[in-house]
């Protein structure tokens, strides 16, 4: 699990970056085993209630949009939601053309720096080949 922040942030937020993750998540109309599982972690981590968890499980199928989600989170909250879609549609080992779409726009709604989506691409890259390395680690041993 990565150390993070996200349980730092008032419930409401918490909320709506979860609904975040289920509008990327369909931003392709494909789910995979990958990004289920990314997007369960990652719905551990805010700490929701679980009448919260079965909403957010709900929405899956229809999601709210992404500019109705972002009007409940503040800039850091933004942020975390804007990175942890990246690492959603990335643990598929893909991103595919649909996604790479809806992560510009995201950074736009945002106001991010130009390159802030290939930056967090390149992180997210290195951190999965990191975690390859040691799976092959331990195949090793």
Not at 59 to 87: C, H, M, N, T, Y
Request: proline share 4%; hydrophobic share 45%.
């Amino acid at each position: 699990m990565l150390p993070d922040t996200i349980h730092k942030l008032p419930q409401a937020e918490r909320f709506a970056y979860a609904k975040i993750l289920a509008y990327m998540s369909r931003v392709d109309n494909e789910l995979s085993v990958e990004e289920m599982a990314m997007f369960e972690q990652r719905l551990g981590t805010a700490l929701l209630s679980p009448g919260q968890r079965k909403e957010i499980r709900l929405a899956l199928k229809s999601p709210p949009s992404l500019e109705e989600s972002l009007q409940a989170l503040s800039p850091e909250g933004g942020r975390l939601a804007f990175r942890d879609s990246i690492l959603m549609c990335a643990a598929d080992g893909t991103v595919d053309s649909d996604e790479l779409e809806a992560l510009k726009r995201f950074a736009s709604l945002l106001e991010l720096k130009d390159n802030a989506m290939d930056r967090m691409l390149k992180w997210v890259s290195e951190g999965y080949a990191w975690m390859e390395s040691g799976f092959e680690l331990l195949n090793d041993l």
